[in-house]
């Protein structure tokens, strides 16, 4: 049987969705039902059967913000964007592309737009006895997913922040964990998923890494989005996932981390290594035709 975070990972119908495209490349997924909301713009979405795409007098990214920008406005006001951030995020569809456009965080899903995370397993690793990891659980008045146990430190990377920088300011925001103990984090691998949500389409790339943390350390969180943390055993935590208890995205960067480390065998997560490439191009983002 496969486990649920892993069929959820791809759970996408293109056949529901219609290609959003700027300056001749396919960046995201809005749904069809969606679509009607956007014909109250005719002056900045060219709209047919296919595709919806930004129109082509917006030709820098900062007057394509501006026009996504006063829309985004617009839709939230109206509850069709919920969540708001105050975050920006680019539209590229490679982590380092340059951005053809700059929106709001909270959008990124209603247009279905390729976004990137960082996702840190906290290790504890004992002379004596077995390893264990520390597992956060999500504040209940988080926006996504609230409630729900996750890793140590999670967090989208924003316009303007790289991989190492994002994990140093999540690590001391969500855990209270120290620079100088954040920079030893290292590397796993970096997942795909491509799911539909309430909200929209999450198209997003998660790296992975793993920090081996002092025995005597427990997470502190700063930022209030965080419930409670957990120092749990490798069979709890495999546990949870089974049961769905943590999130699609917390599950993942979980299981890389337990296999990476042999404390499970690979039929235990059948299908996880599909989820290490781009999703297939009928059913994905990050495309780049005409």
């Known amino acids: 049987m496969t486990l649920p975070c892993i069929c959820a990972a791809r759970r996408f119908d293109a056949r529901a969705h219609r290609s959003f495209r700027i300056d001749g490349q396919q960046v995201g997924w809005i749904r069809v039902t969606d679509v009607p909301l956007l014909a109250n713009w005719p002056d900045v979405f060219e709209i047919d059967a296919q595709r919806v795409t930004l129109s082509s007098r917006f030709s820098t990214v900062d007057s394509r913000s501006a026009a996504l920008g006063a829309v985004i406005g617009a839709l939230a006001a109206d509850g069709r964007i919920p969540g708001w951030r105050d975050e920006t995020y680019a539209i590229r569809n490679a982590f380092d592309a340059p951005p053809l456009a700059c929106i709001e965080r909270a ?63 999540e690590c001391w925001e969500e855990a209270g964990i120290p620079e100088d103990v954040a920079a030893r984090a290292t590397p796993g691998r970096a997942v795909h998923v491509l799911q539909s949500l309430p909200e929209g389409t999450q198209a997003e790339q998660i790296f992975i890494y793993d920090l081996v943390l002092p025995e005597d350390f427990a997470p502190r969180n700063q930022d209030g989005e965080v419930g409670e943390h957990r120092l749990a055993r490798i069979d709890e935590v495999a546990c949870w996932i089974e049961e769905g208890a943590m999130t699609v995205d917390a599950s993942l960067a979980t299981l890389d981390c337990m296999l990476r480390r042999q404390w499970i065998d690979e039929d235990a997560c059948a299908g996880l290594d599909a989820l290490f490439e781009p999703a297939a191009p009928e059913s994905g983002v990050g495309l780049a035709s005409n």
Do not use: C
């Open 107 to 169: 959008a990124s899903r209603f247009f279905g737009t390729m976004t990137y995370a960082v996702h840190l397993n906290g290790i504890v690793e004992y002379a004596q006895g077995a390893p264990r990891l520390w597992i956060a659980r999500r504040s209940d008045t988080k926006a996504t997913d609230p409630g729900m146990l996750d890793n140590v430190v999670a967090g989208g990377i924003g316009w303007g922040f790289s991989i190492g920088t994002t994990i140093i300011k």
